[in-house]
Structure formats: C-alpha cells, structure tokens
T-cell receptor
C-alpha cells in the first residue's frame, strides 16, 4: 500500500526566500505525482503534474522534481511571496485504471512580509 | 470549462436526517472521486468511479454512505442517517486520459451535522 509523507508539517520563511518542500513515497511504481495548493477553507488547486517518465516540471516560480528510485519529490518555490502562504500537498497516483491518488498530510507554509 | 461543480456549498442538518451531495465532473473526464477532509484524518478517498462504474468503495466509512453515478455528468454522495461525526468537507474530483489523469477538485461541500 502506497504511503506518502511530507516533512516538515509547517514551515515559516521571510519573504523573498527560496524554499523546498519535500515529499516521499514508499512505492516507486507510480503513474504520476501531483502537487496541490490549498488555501484555508478552500478546495485543492493543482499546481504541477509530473509523469513517471519525467524528472521535473516548471510553472512560473514553481519547479517540481521527481526521483522514483529514491521515492522522493520536491517542490521548489523561488522568491517566495506572502501570497504563497497556504498548505501544499503532494499526491502519488497508482497504475490502476483510474489513477487514484494517495495524499500526504501536507506542509503548511507561511511567508512573512 | 467551468471546472468541477459541487452543490450545495454548505449544508447544515440535524442528526438522523438524509444528506445528498452532488457533483458535476469536467466534461470529457471519465474518472470521478469523492473525498472527505477533516482536521483529524486529513484527506480520505471514499469512493471512485471509472466510466460511471464504482471501482473501489473501500474508503466508505459504513453502510450509511452510498454513492451513485447515473451518467457521465452527474454523481451523488448520500448519507442516511447522518451523524455529528460525519461533519467534514466533502470534495469531488475528476480526471481523464486526455489530461494525463491530472485530478481537478471541486470547491467542496462543508457539511455540519448537529
């Protein structure tokens, strides 16, 4: 059974700092890995999707990497802003017919102005 | 596309009442997922459908919960009878092959059972 872990549970950084969020998974036979953002009281917004055949994906100030052999993914946020404050969740999908996701418990990020 | 649509956005009901949550997936997506999120347990997958067929309902907490997907554009999650411990945010998500199975979430239904 796939297990996804995110450390740390919470992170506080000053504005402008570059930061890395970590995600680890136990079963390397994943189909893809997805990073989400969740603001308080809101739904989940997909940030980046990395296919199992890819090593990284970039969107603006965000860069996500995937290393299946070590069971790790990282989300790099460049030049952090207070608006980046949110909970970030990673989720690994299986190779089943519907590609269901197993979620980590998230990292709550606070960017201080 | 309008994204995944859920209704109602908020539901307050009394213990013992029936609750029905509704979801419209993104057009063209053939997989639909129901999740529940609480502070204590985080995000839990309740059930998912592929091509309108329930594939895995092992996450459904008990027989009081049921879900249907009568067609490709509509699904319901029903709780009967509801209990205070069912209070949570319920999310619906959909995905499809043409978007590499990236899951898109609806805004959620916040359920409060008193």
């Amino acid at each position: 059974k796939q297990e996804v872990t995110q450390i740390p549970a919470a992170l506080s950084v000053p504005e402008g700092e570059n930061l890395v969020l970590n995600c680890s998974f136990t079963d390397s036979a994943i189909y893809n890995l997805q990073w989400f953002r969740q603001d308080p009281g809101k739904g989940l917004t997909s940030l980046l999707l990395i296919q199992s055949s890819q090593r990284e994906q970039t969107s603006g100030r965000l860069n996500a990497s995937l290393d299946k052999s070590s069971g790790r993914s990282t989300l790099y946020i460049a030049a952090s802003q207070p608006g980046d404050s949110a909970t970030y969740l990673c989720a690994a999908s299986t190779s089943g017919s519907a590609r269901q996701l197993t979620f980590g418990s998230g990292t709550q990020l606070t960017v201080l102005p | 596309d309008a994204g995944v649509i859920q209704s109602p956005r908020h539901e307050v009901t009394e213990m013992g009442q029936e609750v029905t949550l509704r979801c419209k997936p993104i057009s063209g997506h053939n997989s639909l997922f129901w999740y529940r999120q609480t502070m204590m347990r985080g995000l839990e997958l309740l059930i998912y459908f592929n091509n309108n067929v329930p594939i895995d309902d092992s996450g459904m907490p008990e027989d009081r919960f049921s879900a249907k997907m009568p067609n490709a554009s509509f699904s319901t999650l029903k709780i009967q009878p509801s209990e205070p411990r069912d209070s949570a945010v319920y999310f619906c998500a959909s995905s499809g092959q043409e978007t590499s199975y990236e899951q898109y979430f609806g805004p959620g239904t916040r359920l409060t059972v008193t």
